[in-house]
């Protein structure tokens, strides 16, 4: 038997797995991605750390990085994704999921790394935590859809010179302390989740579902005729199918006229909004925006194609 079988330096001791444990979840997943527009062109990456058992994001993380290639920047999502687990409990066990099947198989060992800036962050990710504790997965992009919309969220703000911003939650994704004793009782009033029917569920999802997981609500659930994004505390539902009634939708006639999101700053309300004209929508009221609701009251009217209007307001 060899000293190395006899002694695992990586091992911890009892005391060690009660520190690691109040440090935090002894097992954590990254997700990570990166892209650049041109190849090498403007690149940004995003990362995330979510609890494997509840599935709740704990952490995110995204940076424009400049002109470098698309694969550096998904390097630069996986490295950034490490140190965040670091900073959670640098002694858990990570598993990380990518859609870049050259960082997950070259990371694996399986392949080599001939690129020398790949080589240099590859050595910087080994370096972050213990690679005995990290294993790595190849996930279809569809399943990799928090860490893609981090990183064009990192691009889209570099590109426009402003910082990155962490999105603020959604309503259902904020935490709610327990109230005290003599606090009054939360209202039974509360919105639920709001329906909408549509004629197009895949044009909805594209356009409404876009600017939703992006206004912080996450796709919650899906059906053969409808999908539902937000959490168990609010959510929105598109539903289409055959009960579904002949005709288009009016938002002038009587009855809902459109949904108003708080989107941030100024800032961040234009950027999101020069973003959704490459997913369905269009701009309304473009001879008085963004002040089209009066003088003191900065936002975005948007219309996509099925009708539906929505409103970006700027804090």
Do not use: C
């Not at 670091?86 to 070259?106: C, F, G, T, Y």
């Not at 959510?235 to 579904?244: A, K, L, N, T």
């Amino acid at each position: 038997m060899t000293h190395q079988q006899l002694f695992d330096p990586y091992a911890l001791d009892e005391s060690e797995h009660d520190q690691a444990a109040a440090e935090g979840p002894a097992r954590l997943v990254v997700e990570a991605d990166g892209g650049s527009r041109g190849n090498p062109g403007h690149a940004g990456y995003g990362a995330l750390v979510r609890d494997p058992e509840t599935g709740r994001i704990l952490v995110e993380k995204a940076a424009y990085i400049g002109k470098a290639s698309n694969n550096v920047a998904e390097y630069s999502g996986l490295v950034s994704g490490l140190e965040l687990a670091r900073e959670i409990n640098p002694r858990a066990s990570v598993h990380v999921k990518m859609d870049s099947k050259l960082v997950v198989e070259q990371m694996s060992g399986r392949w080599q790394i001939k690129h020398a800036d790949m080589k240099v962050l590859a050595a910087k990710a080994r370096k972050v935590l213990d690679p005995r504790r990290v294993t790595y997965e190849w996930i279809p992009r569809e399943r990799n859809k928090d860490a893609d919309r981090l990183s064009n969220e990192a691009m889209d703000a570099g590109m426009a010179g402003v910082p990155w911003k962490p999105r603020a939650p959604a309503q259902g994704q904020q935490s709610t302390p327990t109230p005290a004793a003599d606090e009054a009782p939360r209202p039974a009033g509360r919105l639920h989740h709001v329906e909408v029917w549509t004629r197009d569920l895949p044009a909805a999802e594209a356009s409404l579902g876009w600017l939703l997981e992006r206004l912080g609500f996450p796709r919650k659930e899906s059906w053969e005729d409808g999908v539902s994004f937000g959490s168990d505390e609010f959510y929105i539902v598109f539903e289409s199918g055959p009960d579904v009634a002949a005709g288009g939708h009016e938002r002038r006639r009587p009855g809902v006229n459109h949904l108003a999101f708080r989107g941030g700053s100024r800032d961040a309300v234009d950027l999101l909004a020069r973003r959704a004209a490459s997913h369905g929508w269009s701009l309304l009221f473009q001879d008085r925006h963004p002040f089209a609701g009066g003088t003191d009251h900065y936002a975005a009217y948007l219309e996509n194609a099925e009708g539906f209007e929505v409103e970006l307001v700027a804090d």
